[in-house]
């Protein structure tokens, strides 16, 4: 009803949408369809898990008079969860499957989504994971067979083919697991930084953290304007280097997680931007003003301080900046004068997408 009291149909349909509630478990919606088993299995498979498949019960609550009892042991009504899971001559065949092929669980709970997430549990990654739908497709077949042509159910010879077809399913693939690198090697000896740079659609930022030693370190933000993510990432690691100048600190070691930078201040590849290329031009003179320094690539999750840093700068406004320094106990916050801007001198607009 609208606020008036009349029906209206906009607010009938805005009334459903307020009060539906899902009923798709994401767990089931997402992994049926990656399953190696048939696609007509998975699409039967996810309408008995939704109880829309046309059993006795469902016919008659479409008003389709007709035959409401199992098909199979004539004992209860033919629903979807007495069908697939609670029928006795269904359970037994459920037992002599899992004991044929040796494996542990059971296929049972309150209904079939319960039954589902419990197998699920059991077996995630396994081949098994299609069994349910292999069954569940054999056992449809058989009960219309018997219903529309009056065939007799031979169990014995549906078991078998049931464990044929599940045999002839293939082996999922093998689970990728990424090898956990260490973390980076730090000579205290001598400063060292941790470098990132973050863009979105309307802006880009970086963010480095400085460690003069264990117990003094500094904490950057900067906003960059538009640009792209590599513009990001090149100024983020120009900016250190003039910071540890300018504190007359000529021996460094940088970290950055972006290969694509490291390898350009270290001449490993070139960079065919123009535009970042005059940025580059300017990193590699830096490096002529050190004793010593040192631009290695890191992975990612090593460099988290500087990633979030750096997404943090990419809502600031161009220029501006936004240093921590702590040493000790104590921390100052303060916001100075860009160290670098010398790509607005060539270019208005730098950051133009590359």
């Keep these: 009803m609208a606020d008036n009291g009349i029906y209206a149909p906009k607010a009938g349909y805005t009334n459903l949408i307020t009060h539906k509630k899902p009923d798709i478990s994401p767990l089931w919606w997402r992994d049926i369809w990656k399953l190696k088993a048939p696609p007509r299995t998975r699409l039967l498979f996810w309408c008995v898990l939704r109880d829309i498949i046309p059993t006795g019960e469902h016919l008659m609550r479409q008003a389709i008079y007709g035959p409401t009892w199992c098909s199979f042991c ?7 969860v007495h069908l697939f899971l609670k029928c006795p001559i269904i359970c037994v065949l459920w037992d002599n499957i899992i004991t044929q092929l040796g494996i542990t669980g059971q296929w049972s709970g309150e209904d079939i989504k319960v039954s589902w997430t419990n197998w699920h549990r059991q077996h995630m990654g396994s081949k098994l994971l299609n069994l349910p739908l292999v069954v569940t497709w054999y056992t449809w077949l058989a009960r219309n067979r018997y219903i529309f042509n009056d065939h007799d159910v031979c169990w014995p010879r549906i078991e078998a083919t049931i464990i044929a077809a599940y045999h002839e399913l293939p082996e999922p693939p093998p689970t990728r697991t990424r090898t956990i690198q260490p973390p980076p090697y730090i000579d205290h000896n001598i400063p060292w930084a941790f470098f990132d740079g973050a863009a979105n659609q309307t802006r880009c930022g970086g963010g480095f953290v ?10 950057v933000k ?4 538009n640009g792209s993510n590599n513009y990001a990432e090149l100024l983020a690691l120009c900016n250190p280097m003039h910071f540890s100048l300018e504190h007359h600190h000529k021996n460094i070691t940088i970290y950055g997680d972006s290969m694509t930078v490291i390898n350009w201040i270290n001449n490993a590849s070139i960079c065919h931007s123009h535009t970042l290329k005059n940025i580059l031009d ?3 003179s830096l490096r002529t003003a050190f004793n010593h320094i040192s631009c290695l690539h890191i992975y990612r999750e090593h460099n988290s301080v500087a990633d979030k840093l750096s997404k943090e700068a990419a809502i600031l406004p161009r220029g501006e900046w936004l240093i921590s320094e702590k040493q000790g106990a104590e921390e100052f916050r303060y916001y100075p004068r860009p160290f670098i801007d010398q790509s607005e001198q060539r270019d208005n607009n730098p950051g133009s997408r590359q």
């Design 74 to 80: 004539k004992m209860a009504s033919e629903t979807t």
């Design 222 to 225: 900067m906003g960059f304007g």
């Design 282 to 284: 300017d990193a590699l």
């Design 210 to 219: 400085l460690h003069i030693n264990e117990q003094h370190s500094y904490s």
